[in-house]
């Protein structure tokens, strides 16, 4: 798999991702049905049309999920064992169909795990930028991340 292992990161480390995502109405929309967000923000045009923005914002828990999944080819894949948290979430300009979005990850803590030997918990701070290099998004994400298995 392409993701890193526990012994991988240091504190520091930066990554650029390479994906980038355009968002679209259609992915607004289903999104926040199939969550059973019936906020008219997202899914009323002419309400939205009432509103500071002018037009429908993106939801933001989907900004959320595409920027922490931007990360994960160049991080965890195959090598999480599990997503222990998330805090520090923030998103402080709106997000708007048709915008593109690009992510980017710091290293900002690693320890090893006191109850799990074979694994080490890794503290990612990630940011999501539109396409004029604007951050919509960022959070801090504690990972549980296998080590490497040493062979014999």
Request: aromatic share 8%; charged share 20%; hydrophobic share 40%.
């Amino acid at each position: 798999m392409a993701g890193l292992h526990f012994e991988d990161f240091s504190v520091g480390q930066r990554f650029q991702h390479g994906l980038s995502r355009t968002v679209t109405e259609m992915d607004n929309t289903l999104f926040s049905l199939l969550t059973m967000n019936p906020q008219p923000l997202h899914i009323d045009a002419h309400f939205a049309e009432g509103t500071e923005w002018g037009q429908r914002l993106f939801n933001s828990i989907y900004t959320l999920g595409i920027m922490i999944g931007m990360t994960v080819y160049d991080t965890t894949l195959g090598t999480t064992v599990a997503n222990l948290g998330m805090t520090d979430v923030t998103f402080p300009k709106p997000v708007f169909h048709g915008d593109t979005l690009r992510a980017e990850t710091r290293v900002i803590a690693i320890r090893g795990s006191k109850s799990r030997p074979e694994a080490g918990i890794v503290e990612f701070e990630h940011v999501a930028l539109n396409q004029e290099g604007e951050i919509v998004a960022s959070c801090r994400r504690s990972a549980l991340m296998h080590r490497r298995v040493e062979v014999a």
